[in-house]
């Protein structure tokens, strides 16, 4: 077996010594950790971990409060043969308690700022199955975490380093509403990261983005990718600034980044903002993952960088580890009818079967199976649903040649590349995140106020997925009512960006939801709820029509809000754009959240502007203040005369 993917960082720290290996932010300071402190964090946090019991097979629950945090531990575990199971506070509290109950970890590795928020579920956890909880914090900046990392690289091989064994779990939602943990293999990071390394080309000194929630798989790559190659994984802000599209922009050139992992919706952000050849001068590969990549993307993206920054289309289920299928964007695919998803890496196998488990000749619709040695190990303690997609191969009459059945439809070209056209069940991806609808309808149905309903998924102006929910209620509730109380239940991914409610939902003559029938949001009038309240003054007016504009809705009134009527936090981003380009203000992401309204927004774009013109005015005072008497006199006179 190559190097396990700890075992290639190890090799990165000794090779690489004093250059940066992770960059990031805390408490308004910029952190640097370099591969020697890298590999002293990870001995330390790998010998209390190993002091406090654990051994090859235990998991370990963890929440990190920055991405180096997650990073150390990750390879902690790794080295001594755990499972890592990376967790996100930002979850709600519900679906932690019900990701906790799945794992049953036996050690939690806690940030310390994050210990109090923490402090339920862990609790909540150890009472069912017991658990030993540690602090997780790095040493303080320019303190070696141990012996500068000679103490890691003078260890021996991790324990456990069996390339089959399970390494991580990683959650997506189940369709009874059940979280599914995928259980994956040791050998499958592997081959992702020393394929994408190898493709690409990349090496020591290559800045990387890392864009991920470790709450999911994409973090590994966003992690790994970097560190085993000699490169930096640099780390925005916040969130605020992946959603962001002038500030992403603006950190990407900043950090002078080499490569790229985002989806397509983080792309459109970007986009959204005036682009010119110049920008982004360091940037070589966008790697796209997570969603369908439109070729108005593409041709937006070649119109201004040309093939200077390659675009590639990446496709792959967690269950199959990241990635198993790419595509190099080539000249002319922005005026394509679609963006395939390539053909296969090396180490893996797609076919496209019919109902009967046929192939499907070029060109016909079929369902992709992926065959590969680097698939996860099935469904944490769900045996059944295991079996109902890692199944025997259909060409073949080996029992142990087991190929995934995706759920995706899609046909192979006449020129070979793959195609998705769709899915075959209720399972959409919002914003790179898989969602399942069933348990979306589910937590909606137990709101007292909703008899029927319907979640569906929508593209909005710019091609990105959203959820709408179509609600019969039996007693008036104001549609932002709906989305928090879906937010204490659901991660914000499954939550519907807009509510639409009907007197009834339209049905099949079978009585099924006819859910090709369901009215386009903000075609009931444009309203949300309540009374329609005209806009009054010239911003308002603006600000409706730009509304109206940018989520399809033909009459927006002053006190309707952005997100109730359809707006999501990316969509949300060309709405700045557009109110920086129509009055010279910068409202910020967070100003939007907070008065999401027409008018609210108004009042913010006036505040603003105020501002402004008093900067500008004290500007001129000093200028003026700074002239001599001649000086005035002559610039008041070239005045009069322009």
Not at 43 to 71: K, M, Q
Not at 283 to 296: D, F, K
């Given at each position: ?7 290639m ?15 990031w932010?805390?408490e ?7 591969y020697?402190?890298l ?6 946090l790998?010998?209390?971990?190993r ?6 097979g235990?998991r370990?629950a ?7 945090e997650v990073?150390a ?6 080295d ?8 996100d ?7 932690l308690?019900?990701l ?8 939690w ?5 994050l210990?109090?928020?923490?402090g339920g579920?862990v609790?909540?956890a ?7 909880v540690?602090?997780l ?23 456990g380093a ?23 293999r ?5 081959h992702?990261?020393?394929?994408e390394?190898?493709?690409?080309g990349?090496?020591?000194g ?15 790559r966003d ?6 190659a ?12 992946v ?7 603006a ?25 010119s ?8 590969h966008v790697?796209l993952?997570?969603e ?14 040309g ?11 967690s ?5 198993k299928l790419?595509?190099?964007v080539r000249?002319g ?24 488990g ?5 060109g ?9 040695p ?5 469904y ?5 649903l295991?079996a ?7 060409l ?13 439809l ?24 898989r969602?399942?609808l ?19 998924d929508?593209?909005?102006v710019?091609?990105?997925?959203f ?9 008036p509730v104001e549609?932002g009512e ?5 937010r204490?239940?659901?991660?914000e991914?499954?939550?519907?960006s807009?509510?639409v ?6 049905r ?7 859910r090709r029938a ?11 709820g ?6 009054e ?13 940018l989520?399809?809705?033909?009459r927006?009134?002053?006190l309707?809000?952005?997100?109730d ?13 557009r ?12 100003q939007?959240?907070r008065?999401?309204?027409?008018r ?5 774009v006036?505040?603003?502007?105020l ?18 008497g ?5 610039s008041?006179?070239r005045?009069?005369?322009?």
């Amino acid at each position: 077996m190559a190097e396990p993917i700890h075992a290639m960082v190890r090799l990165a720290v000794a090779r690489c010594g004093e250059r940066v290996a992770i960059e990031w932010q805390a408490e308004g300071e910029e952190r640097r950790l370099s591969y020697r402190e890298l590999g002293g964090e990870v001995a330390r946090l790998a010998a209390a971990l190993r002091a406090a019991g654990a051994v090859p097979g235990d998991r370990v629950a963890i929440l990190g409060s920055s991405g180096a945090e997650v990073i150390a531990a990750i390879l902690a575990a790794l080295d001594l043969g755990c499972v890592f199971v990376p967790l996100d506070l930002h979850f709600p509290a519900a679906r932690l308690e019900a990701l906790a109950a799945e794992v049953r970890p036996r050690f939690w590795w806690i940030a310390p700022p994050l210990a109090e928020s923490a402090g339920g579920l862990v609790a909540d956890a150890e009472q069912g199955a017991g658990g030993t909880v540690l602090p997780l914090a790095l040493a303080a900046p320019g303190v070696p975490g141990a012996a500068g990392g000679a103490e890691w690289l003078a260890s021996a091989e991790a324990a456990g380093a069996d390339p089959d064994s399970m390494a991580y779990v990683y959650f997506t939602s189940g369709s009874t509403g059940r979280p599914k943990g995928i259980a994956g293999r040791l050998k499958a990071i592997d081959h992702f990261i020393r394929w994408e390394i190898e493709t690409f080309g990349v090496g020591e000194g290559w800045r990387v983005s890392q864009l991920t929630s470790p709450a999911f798989d994409a973090f590994l790559r966003d992690a790994f990718v970097p560190l085993a190659a000699g490169g930096t994984v640099c780390v925005p802000p916040d969130r605020e600034t992946v959603l962001d599209g002038v500030r992403l922009a603006a950190w990407i050139d900043r950090r002078r980044l080499d490569l790229v992992h985002c989806t397509p919706s983080v792309l459109r952000s970007l986009l959204a903002q005036p682009l010119s050849p110049e920008r982004f001068p360091a940037l070589r590969h966008v790697l796209l993952a997570g969603e369908p990549l439109l070729p108005a993307d593409v041709r937006r993206w070649q119109d201004v960088f040309g093939s200077r920054i390659e675009l590639v289309n990446l496709y792959g289920p967690s269950e199959t580890t990241m990635t198993k299928l790419f595509y190099r964007v080539r000249p002319g695919d922005g005026t394509a009818q679609a963006i395939p998803i390539g053909q296969p890496m090396s180490g893996a196998r797609a076919i496209v079967l019919d109902d009967s488990g046929q192939p499907c000749p070029p060109g016909k619709l079929g369902e992709i199976y992926l065959r590969t040695p680097y698939r996860a190990l099935g469904y944490l303690n769900q045996p059944e649903l295991t079996a109902e997609v890692f199944v025997q191969n259909p060409l073949s009459d080996r029992a142990d040649d087991v190929v995934y059945r995706t759920g995706d439809l899609g046909r192979v070209r006449a020129d070979g590349e793959f195609e998705i056209v769709g899915r075959r069940d209720q399972q959409v991806k919002i914003r790179g995140v898989r969602v399942e609808l069933a348990p979306v309808e589910d937590a909606l149905r137990s709101h007292p106020a909703v008899t029927d309903l319907a979640v569906v998924d929508r593209t909005d102006v710019q091609g990105n997925k959203f959820l709408c929910g179509y609600v019969v209620l039996a007693q008036p509730v104001e549609m932002g009512e709906l989305g928090r109380f879906l937010r204490e239940r659901l991660p914000e991914a499954m939550v519907p960006s807009t509510f639409v409610r009907l007197e009834e939902l339209p049905r099949t003559l079978n009585g099924k939801v006819n859910r090709r029938a369901l009215p386009e949001p903000g075609l009931q009038g444009g309203r949300t709820g309540g009374e329609y309240v005209p806009p009054e003054t010239p911003v308002e007016v603006a600000l409706s029509r730009i509304f109206g504009e940018l989520l399809n809705v033909p009459r927006v009134g002053a006190l309707d809000s952005f997100f109730d009527l359809g707006g999501h936090s990316l969509l949300a981003t060309l709405l700045l754009t557009r109110i920086r380009a129509s009055f010279g203000v910068d409202v910020s992401l967070g100003q939007l959240f907070r008065t999401p309204t027409v008018r609210g927004l108004a009042l913010d774009v006036t505040r603003l502007e105020l501002a402004q013109e008093e900067e500008d005015v004290e500007a001129l005072v000093r200028e003026v203040e700074g002239l001599s008497g001649e000086a005035l006199a002559e610039s008041l006179r070239r005045e009069g005369e322009a």
